[in-house]
């Protein structure tokens, strides 16, 4: 890829695998299975080209209200990722994060979730935020509880430091896969300046072409912040 200007921080809504998989006549259970293997292969090739923090969208707070065979599928996902194929995650040599309420999770994936974050503190070639059972309403809804709970008013820095995403920059660029143009509670405060690419992709076929494609409009884009830029 040429040289372009890079962005710190991505966040990917890995949207589209359970239509993916229909479309190939087999169990939304497949396409979520595909869209991990691609979340490893996106994610690793993200840090290859030189991006320091990736925070995906894995599993929303409105997810765990579909089906419970389909819900149930996703924990045994997690299950296999997070403690017997624990080697794939390690392959990224990065920080593993977790973001979200995962006191609701079974008791087995909350400890292998602690162990991959503890067994990952000390890579420094990156940073991967894995979002699981994670809403941005709700985040807000906690981050203002605890500042009830502490007795004080917020300001924008100190608001910010009470959110799951607490000490880590916002993202500059937001990918969304599978056709839908919309945020669907992710990272509703921190996405305030980001910029937003939408690809018509189911997420299991988006390559790493399609991310570099995507890394290059953003970097012709002129990231204002609400300033006029002197012609």
């Not at 030189?50 to 929303?60: D, E, K, M, P, Y």
């Not at 008791?107 to 420094?124: F, M, P, V, Y």
């Not at 570099?212 to 609400?226: F, L, P, Q, V």
Request: hydrophobic share 40%; glycine share 8%.
């Amino acid at each position: 890829m040429k040289r372009i200007k890079l962005p710190a921080h991505i966040a990917i809504i890995m949207d589209g695998n359970g239509r993916w998989a229909k479309r190939r006549f087999r169990p939304r259970a497949y396409g979520h299975r595909m869209g991990v293997q691609n979340m490893f292969k996106i994610c690793g090739h993200a840090f290859n080209l030189g991006v320091r923090i990736v925070t995906v969208f894995a599993l929303s707070a409105e997810n765990l209200s579909r089906p419970k065979e389909e819900v149930d599928e996703l924990f045994e996902l997690f299950r296999s990722y997070f403690s017997k194929k624990k080697e794939r995650m390690y392959e990224l040599n990065v920080k593993i994060c977790v973001l979200g309420d995962i006191s609701v999770l079974p008791a087995d994936i909350q400890e292998s979730i602690g162990e991959i974050e503890r067994a990952t503190a000390h890579l420094t070639s990156g940073l991967l935020n894995i979002c699981v059972n994670y809403g941005a309403r709700q985040e807000v809804v906690r981050a203002v509880n605890k500042a009830v709970a502490l007795g004080r008013f917020v300001d924008e820095n100190s608001l910010e430091s009470l959110f799951y995403t607490g000490g880590l920059p916002d993202p500059d660029l937001i990918i969304r896969t599978g056709g839908e143009i919309r945020l669907s509670n992710f990272l509703l405060y921190q996405a305030a300046y980001s910029e937003l690419y939408f690809s018509g992709k189911m997420w299991p076929e988006f390559s790493k072409r399609d991310l570099e494609k995507a890394i290059e409009n953003y970097s012709a884009r002129d990231r204002r912040y609400g300033n006029v830029r002197e012609e």
